[in-house]
């Protein structure tokens, strides 16, 4: 089974991130939409990797203490998941499923967060 088949995103928190929005798109050219984030399109399951910032006070990354999150993807995240479980790694119980496709997180080694993301399947994908 292949685990590890890309990078979907990667998050940044940030004291202002409107502030450092604002200096990511005029310094060094990166396209931030309407929604806050950036989309750089590529070949690989997924099509795409997703950058963006969040409020340092976020609890999105917990409960991680590390000012980021990679996001990863995986074409079988179940599989991936039950595999790291029983290798005895710290995986989190919570499973997300949404329209943008489904999520699992587990902590690496020295306690950051990392987000498995299983892209949703078919035309729209």
């Known amino acids: 089974m292949k685990r590890v088949v890309g990078i979907g995103g990667i998050f940044i928190k940030a004291a202002d991130p409107v502030a450092l929005r604002d200096w990511y798109q005029r310094h060094l050219g990166v396209d931030v939409q309407d ?3 950036a989309v750089f399109p590529n070949d690989r399951p997924g099509g795409m ?3 963006n910032l969040f409020p340092e006070t976020t609890d999105y990354f917990s409960p991680s203490r590390a000012g980021f999150m990679v996001n990863y993807v995986v074409e079988d995240l179940d599989g991936v998941l039950a595999a790291l479980r029983a ?7 919570k499973v997300e499923d949404s329209d943008f496709g489904r999520f699992g ?3 690496d080694p020295e306690g950051n967060r990392v ?6 399947s078919g035309p729209s994908a």
Do not use: A, I
């Not at 290798?87 to 119980?93: F, P, R």
């Not at 987000?115 to 949703?120: D, I």
């Open 87 to 93: 290798e005895g790694c710290d995986v989190d119980s």
């Open 49 to 51: 990797t997703v950058w």
């Open 115 to 120: 987000e498995l993301w299983q892209p949703p």
């Open 105 to 107: 997180w587990v902590m």
């Open 35 to 37: 929604w806050g984030g």
